[in-house]
């Protein structure tokens, strides 16, 4: 089992796997993908990590996690997910129970190296568009 984000590049990975089978019906040399908000994100991390990604567009899908964290612009991304956030408190905190308002940015932190480790470094948005564009 992998971090979650991670799990799905794998699962897109299988599907370029299969694809390259049916070269009756798909020229495995022009796979494409694009996305919106966390498909644009798939987007990304898909082609950085497989070179059978011909092109990639993400749309919405790029953010510098590492730039909100550190100019304390994280405030979106734990209102689209709060329960995950909320948890992600309680268990660094060791509280009692769930709570929103102990959010902060090492919360917000923990919570997205859980899902996807490296996603304030190395997978970051800067990297990764670095990465697919030579």
């Avoid at 799990?7 to 694809?19: K, P, R, T």
């Avoid at 734990?78 to 329960?83: H, L, M, Q, R």
């Avoid at 090492?106 to 970051?124: E, H, K, N, R, Y």
């Amino acid at each position: 089992e992998m971090p979650f984000l991670f799990d799905n590049i794998w699962d897109l990975m299988v599907l370029a796997d299969y694809l390259e089978t049916r070269s009756d019906v798909v020229d495995p040399k022009r796979i494409y993908s694009t996305g919106i908000s966390l498909g644009g994100m798939h987007t990304l991390l898909w082609a950085f990590a497989d070179r059978r990604v011909a092109a990639g567009a993400p749309l919405i899908g790029t953010q510098g996690f590492r730039y909100a964290v550190e100019e304390d612009h994280w405030q979106g991304r734990v209102e689209s997910i709060p329960d995950v956030f909320a948890k992600g408190a309680q268990l660094l905190y060791d509280l009692p129970e769930p709570s929103g308002d102990a959010v902060d940015s090492l919360v917000v932190q923990a919570v997205w190296d859980a899902i996807t480790p490296g996603i304030t470094s190395a997978f970051d948005a800067d990297y990764l568009l670095a990465g697919i564009m030579p």
